[in-house]
Protein backbone atom coordinates (compact mmCIF):
# COMPACT_ATOMS: atom_id res chain seq x y z
CA UNK A 1 0.00 0.00 0.00
CA UNK A 2 1.87 3.31 -1.14
CA UNK A 3 -0.75 5.34 1.35
CA UNK A 4 -2.25 7.54 -1.94
CA UNK A 5 -6.14 6.60 -2.42
CA UNK A 6 -7.63 7.28 -5.30
CA UNK A 7 -11.79 6.85 -5.67
CA UNK A 8 -13.64 5.23 -7.06
CA UNK A 9 -12.14 2.41 -8.47
CA UNK A 10 -14.73 1.81 -11.36
CA UNK A 11 -16.46 3.87 -13.11
CA UNK A 12 -18.50 3.49 -15.93
CA UNK A 13 -20.07 6.26 -17.84
CA UNK A 14 -21.74 7.29 -20.96
CA UNK A 15 -20.24 10.18 -23.99
CA UNK A 16 -21.31 13.09 -23.57
CA UNK A 17 -20.95 12.90 -19.48
CA UNK A 18 -18.78 14.23 -16.81
CA UNK A 19 -17.10 12.81 -14.01
CA UNK A 20 -14.81 13.66 -11.22
CA UNK A 21 -11.91 11.34 -10.27
CA UNK A 22 -10.15 11.91 -6.62
CA UNK A 23 -7.02 11.49 -5.45
CA UNK A 24 -5.79 11.68 -1.76
CA UNK A 25 -2.04 12.13 -1.40
CA UNK A 26 0.20 10.28 0.93
CA UNK A 27 0.44 12.15 4.74
CA UNK A 28 3.05 15.20 4.38
CA UNK A 29 2.83 14.76 0.51
CA UNK A 30 2.34 18.48 -1.61
CA UNK A 31 2.74 17.63 -4.93
CA UNK A 32 0.06 15.48 -6.86
CA UNK A 33 0.68 14.10 -10.55
CA UNK A 34 -2.15 12.61 -12.65
CA UNK A 35 -1.27 9.88 -15.60
CA UNK A 36 -3.38 8.45 -17.73
CA UNK A 37 -2.81 4.77 -19.01
CA UNK A 38 -4.18 3.82 -22.33
CA UNK A 39 -3.67 1.03 -24.77
CA UNK A 40 -2.65 3.31 -27.47
CA UNK A 41 -0.97 6.37 -25.80
CA UNK A 42 1.10 4.09 -22.76
CA UNK A 43 1.22 6.17 -19.84
CA UNK A 44 1.25 10.00 -20.23
CA UNK A 45 1.28 12.51 -17.63
CA UNK A 46 -1.47 14.92 -17.45
CA UNK A 47 -1.25 17.55 -14.91
CA UNK A 48 0.56 17.85 -11.55
CA UNK A 49 -0.09 20.36 -8.53
CA UNK A 50 1.76 21.73 -5.92
CA UNK A 51 0.24 22.90 -2.56
CA UNK A 52 -2.73 24.12 -4.28
CA UNK A 53 -1.22 25.55 -7.48
CA UNK A 54 -0.80 23.99 -10.90
CA UNK A 55 2.96 23.56 -11.15
CA UNK A 56 3.27 21.70 -14.86
CA UNK A 57 1.07 20.72 -17.50
CA UNK A 58 1.52 17.80 -20.27
CA UNK A 59 -0.72 16.01 -23.06
CA UNK A 60 -4.25 17.36 -20.93
CA UNK A 61 -6.87 17.72 -22.79
CA UNK A 62 -8.91 20.92 -22.70
CA UNK A 63 -11.90 18.86 -21.56
CA UNK A 64 -10.11 17.77 -18.92
CA UNK A 65 -9.10 19.59 -15.63
CA UNK A 66 -8.19 19.52 -12.33
CA UNK A 67 -7.60 21.43 -8.96
CA UNK A 68 -6.30 20.96 -5.76
CA UNK A 69 -7.40 21.89 -2.35
CA UNK A 70 -6.47 23.08 0.78
CA UNK A 71 -6.50 19.54 2.50
CA UNK A 72 -3.92 18.86 -0.76
CA UNK A 73 -6.43 16.22 -1.85
CA UNK A 74 -7.13 16.52 -5.78
CA UNK A 75 -9.84 16.28 -8.21
CA UNK A 76 -9.50 15.61 -11.98
CA UNK A 77 -12.39 16.48 -14.12
CA UNK A 78 -13.00 14.75 -17.20
CA UNK A 79 -16.15 16.61 -19.01
CA UNK A 80 -17.60 16.02 -22.55
CA UNK A 81 -16.61 12.22 -22.32
CA UNK A 82 -15.22 10.45 -25.30
CA UNK A 83 -15.04 6.70 -26.25
CA UNK A 84 -11.20 7.14 -26.43
CA UNK A 85 -11.09 8.32 -22.46
CA UNK A 86 -11.73 5.11 -21.55
CA UNK A 87 -8.64 4.19 -19.31
CA UNK A 88 -6.95 4.28 -16.16
CA UNK A 89 -6.12 7.21 -14.56
CA UNK A 90 -3.37 7.39 -11.42
CA UNK A 91 -2.68 9.86 -9.47
CA UNK A 92 0.85 9.99 -7.74
CA UNK A 93 2.31 12.36 -4.68
CA UNK A 94 5.68 13.47 -3.78
CA UNK A 95 6.95 15.01 -1.12
CA UNK A 96 8.32 17.70 -4.16
CA UNK A 97 11.56 17.98 -2.40
CA UNK A 98 13.76 18.71 -5.08
CA UNK A 99 16.30 15.74 -6.27
CA UNK A 100 15.11 13.50 -3.88
CA UNK A 101 11.59 13.06 -4.87
CA UNK A 102 10.12 9.76 -5.75
CA UNK A 103 6.28 9.74 -6.83
CA UNK A 104 3.97 6.97 -5.05
CA UNK A 105 1.06 6.12 -7.03
CA UNK A 106 -2.37 5.34 -6.15
CA UNK A 107 -4.62 2.33 -7.25
CA UNK A 108 -5.62 3.93 -9.82
CA UNK A 109 -9.82 4.49 -11.38
CA UNK A 110 -10.92 2.65 -14.30
CA UNK A 111 -12.69 4.81 -16.77
CA UNK A 112 -15.12 3.03 -19.60
CA UNK A 113 -16.89 4.86 -21.35
CA UNK A 114 -19.51 3.94 -23.36
CA UNK B 1 12.19 16.18 -25.49
CA UNK B 2 13.01 12.95 -23.58
CA UNK B 3 12.00 9.65 -24.68
CA UNK B 4 12.08 6.23 -22.92
CA UNK B 5 12.35 3.43 -25.19
CA UNK B 6 12.04 -0.27 -24.35
CA UNK B 7 12.63 -2.54 -26.94
CA UNK B 8 11.51 -5.83 -25.73
CA UNK B 9 7.76 -5.79 -25.44
CA UNK B 10 7.27 -9.20 -23.80
CA UNK B 11 9.87 -11.59 -22.19
CA UNK B 12 9.60 -14.84 -20.80
CA UNK B 13 12.23 -16.65 -18.14
CA UNK B 14 12.09 -19.96 -16.16
CA UNK B 15 11.13 -19.83 -12.45
CA UNK B 16 14.67 -19.61 -10.20
CA UNK B 17 16.35 -18.11 -13.16
CA UNK B 18 17.77 -14.41 -14.00
CA UNK B 19 16.41 -12.59 -16.99
CA UNK B 20 17.14 -8.59 -18.28
CA UNK B 21 15.21 -6.15 -19.44
CA UNK B 22 15.96 -3.51 -21.80
CA UNK B 23 15.90 0.38 -21.57
CA UNK B 24 17.31 2.96 -23.59
CA UNK B 25 16.57 6.55 -23.18
CA UNK B 26 17.50 10.12 -24.57
CA UNK B 27 18.38 13.29 -23.60
CA UNK B 28 20.50 16.00 -23.56
CA UNK B 29 20.26 16.46 -20.07
CA UNK B 30 23.60 15.53 -17.67
CA UNK B 31 21.75 15.10 -14.40
CA UNK B 32 17.96 13.24 -14.21
CA UNK B 33 16.49 10.22 -12.09
CA UNK B 34 15.66 6.78 -13.81
CA UNK B 35 13.15 4.37 -12.51
CA UNK B 36 11.99 1.28 -13.05
CA UNK B 37 8.43 0.52 -12.06
CA UNK B 38 6.26 -2.77 -12.47
CA UNK B 39 2.48 -2.91 -12.64
CA UNK B 40 1.14 -6.30 -11.58
CA UNK B 41 -2.25 -8.12 -12.25
CA UNK B 42 -4.01 -5.38 -9.90
CA UNK B 43 -2.52 -2.56 -12.06
CA UNK B 44 -1.14 -0.62 -8.87
CA UNK B 45 2.41 0.60 -10.21
CA UNK B 46 5.23 0.09 -7.87
CA UNK B 47 8.74 1.63 -7.70
CA UNK B 48 10.89 -1.26 -7.82
CA UNK B 49 14.34 0.57 -8.07
CA UNK B 50 15.67 3.89 -8.79
CA UNK B 51 18.95 5.25 -10.48
CA UNK B 52 20.67 8.76 -10.07
CA UNK B 53 22.51 9.71 -12.87
CA UNK B 54 25.57 11.27 -11.11
CA UNK B 55 26.22 7.88 -9.08
CA UNK B 56 27.94 5.95 -11.17
CA UNK B 57 27.64 2.94 -8.74
CA UNK B 58 24.47 0.64 -10.14
CA UNK B 59 21.89 0.61 -7.59
CA UNK B 60 20.08 -2.63 -6.46
CA UNK B 61 17.41 -3.72 -4.36
CA UNK B 62 17.64 -7.31 -3.37
CA UNK B 63 16.78 -9.66 -6.49
CA UNK B 64 16.94 -6.13 -8.47
CA UNK B 65 20.01 -4.74 -10.08
CA UNK B 66 20.27 -2.55 -12.40
CA UNK B 67 23.29 -1.59 -15.15
CA UNK B 68 23.40 1.69 -16.41
CA UNK B 69 25.53 2.96 -18.88
CA UNK B 70 25.24 6.37 -19.00
CA UNK B 71 27.07 6.97 -22.39
CA UNK B 72 24.69 4.44 -24.41
CA UNK B 73 22.10 6.03 -22.66
CA UNK B 74 20.99 2.30 -21.44
CA UNK B 75 19.07 1.31 -18.26
CA UNK B 76 18.58 -2.51 -17.95
CA UNK B 77 16.98 -4.34 -15.28
CA UNK B 78 18.17 -7.59 -14.02
CA UNK B 79 15.67 -9.69 -11.96
CA UNK B 80 17.73 -12.57 -9.88
CA UNK B 81 16.21 -15.52 -8.66
CA UNK B 82 12.87 -15.09 -10.63
CA UNK B 83 9.57 -15.72 -8.70
CA UNK B 84 6.02 -16.56 -9.92
CA UNK B 85 5.20 -12.94 -8.24
CA UNK B 86 7.46 -10.81 -10.58
CA UNK B 87 5.27 -11.80 -13.35
CA UNK B 88 3.88 -8.08 -14.54
CA UNK B 89 4.52 -5.44 -16.74
CA UNK B 90 7.80 -3.47 -16.24
CA UNK B 91 8.22 -0.03 -16.75
CA UNK B 92 11.39 2.15 -17.34
CA UNK B 93 10.95 6.02 -16.33
CA UNK B 94 13.08 9.41 -16.75
CA UNK B 95 12.47 12.03 -14.55
CA UNK B 96 14.90 15.20 -14.83
CA UNK B 97 16.77 15.96 -11.44
CA UNK B 98 14.12 18.75 -10.13
CA UNK B 99 11.24 17.89 -8.46
CA UNK B 100 8.29 20.70 -8.67
CA UNK B 101 7.74 21.89 -11.96
CA UNK B 102 9.59 19.60 -14.00
CA UNK B 103 9.34 16.45 -11.89
CA UNK B 104 7.14 14.45 -13.94
CA UNK B 105 7.98 11.22 -15.20
CA UNK B 106 8.22 9.55 -18.53
CA UNK B 107 7.35 6.35 -19.71
CA UNK B 108 8.66 3.87 -21.77
CA UNK B 109 5.61 1.62 -23.41
CA UNK B 110 6.49 -1.48 -20.80
CA UNK B 111 7.84 -4.84 -21.03
CA UNK B 112 5.37 -8.07 -20.41
CA UNK B 113 7.27 -10.49 -18.09
CA UNK B 114 6.12 -13.97 -17.87
CA UNK B 115 7.48 -16.39 -15.13
CA UNK B 116 7.12 -19.81 -15.67
CA UNK B 117 6.80 -22.52 -13.07
Known amino acids: DSGVTQTPKHLITATGQRVTLRCSPRSGDLSVYWYQQSLDQGLQFLIQYYNGEERAKGNILERFSAQQFPDLHSELNLSSLELGDSALYFCASSVASGRKETQYFGPGTRLLVL | ?117
Open chain 2, 1 to 117: AQTVTQSQPEMSVQEAETVTLSCTYDTSESDYYLFWYKQPPSRQMILVIRQEAYKQQNATENRFSVNFQKAAKSFSLKISDSQLGDAAMYFCAYRKPYGGSQGNLIFGKGTKLSVKP
